[in-house]
């Protein structure tokens, strides 16, 4: 059986960008990336057709295939302020590799991008004194505004850009295998010697691939599974946490500002009496909200807009970080179970509740949904109540949050403002890494969302980056 000098697991843009890297530095050969999902020109999410989230077996097209959660997302890369000492957005590479080398490394993946054929315009960088009062009032209401240049891809224009790159691997012969599932390591003594592999339509058919190293580069998508191999092999963790919250629909009218100052404007406050982190993430100015489904059949909701087409509503998440120690330890499971009793409550969909109705703590009905102010640019969304499932504490951070926030932003609280929910960011454990992302299993890394480094496409497009280089550095010292 021939062996690999490596493997790396999932096509995210972690992985695509660690590809990438190796070819500029002509260390390619010999390289697999392994892969559930489709290319991304078969990538195709039938909602907008049919109306109602299809469930797509056997794998969700939004969260799977070529560029990973990537293709299907708004494709807001989140840069930096070069003034900022540290690093606020996307994860925690910085905490690895240091600040400037992260914002390095960040330049140098806006430019692979731009290379493809991302728009030059950088939204968040024009009204600078503007965003300073922003920030000002809402320091009072105890709410830290974070605000940095965001180059905006858009949904249709993403799927280009990672096209591009997906043909320019092929051109460069980095093998590439689809609709196939990872569903285990091969470990001995401590060391990493390959993975297991099943078609994704096929659980019977398995084999084994040999390889020099791994990489895992799964995100959000199989932070299940990685959590689930960490346990099987024992692979150092540290606690993680998981976020779960709502996604917000609202008019374009109420954000005009926010919309125009920063594009996306990153509010985190900690409401009493939890203190708990709450944060905005994932603004989209006249965007959609949208569906996507879990390998166990979860519907969780997510948003992004495109660059042409435009709704008349803007979207955000609002997202409370839950962490637990003693006895439980289990973000996961935690967040898979508020997920599945609201997707009861919604007869296997997302729900909606308009905020008014949780206020007078009644149920939306669907002909009150119909003659709603605000109208859900998610169709598929089942009108019911939220309150009954997502937990006493993080609707009370999200209540509490969202009034806060109307200080800051007038109409944040309006009663017709709609709540989707369950919205969860899962992340496994966070995976014990070196300073080369090596795991405490030899030879294996883990790279990107689904370790616990990163949370956005350019921070895991960056660790992709720095893994090419650590391993290419590894080689160097192997060689001697
Ligand atoms: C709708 C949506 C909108 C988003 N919008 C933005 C945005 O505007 N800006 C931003 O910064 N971020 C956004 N994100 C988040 C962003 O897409 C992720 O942070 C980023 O894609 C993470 O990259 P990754 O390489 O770590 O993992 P992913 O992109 O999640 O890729 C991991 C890949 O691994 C595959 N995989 C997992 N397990 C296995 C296995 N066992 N075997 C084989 N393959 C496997 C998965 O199918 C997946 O394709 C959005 C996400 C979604 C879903």
Redesign the pocket.
Known sequence: MDKYDLIV???????IFLAYELIQKKKAKNVLL????KPVEKRYCPVEKKGECMKCKP?CN?????????A???????LYNKEDEDIYV?GNLHKYIGVEKTKELIDYADNVYLKFGADKHLEGTEYKEEVYKLKKKAKKEDIDLIGIPIRHLGTEKSHEIYKKIQDYLEENNVEMMYE????DLLIENGKITGVKIHKANNKEEKEKLLAKKVVL??????AD??SKMCEKYKIKTEPGEVDIGVRYELKDEVMKDVNKYLYEGKFIGRPYPFRDKVRTF?QNPSGFV?E?VYDDGLSLV???SYKDKKSTNTNLAILVSHNFKDPFNKPIEYGKNVAKNLNELGNGSVLVQRLGDIRRGKRTWQEELENNDVKPTLKSAVPGDITFAIGYRTMTDILRFINAMDKVVEGFADPHNLLYAPEIKFYSNKVFIDKNFETSIKDLYC????GGM???????SA??IQMARNLIKLEKKEEK
């Open positions: 697991v999932g096509m995210g843009p972690s992985s392994i892969e559930e999902g794998f939004i969260t799977s295939g070529f560029s990973g959660a990537g299907f997302s708004d494709g807001k890369l989140s996307g196939t599932v990872v569903e580069a799964v995100g959000r998508k199989g599974w990685l994932c949208s996507e997510n948003g992004h790279i990107g969302d689904g990163t949370r956005g496409l350019m921070m895991a660790s992709g």
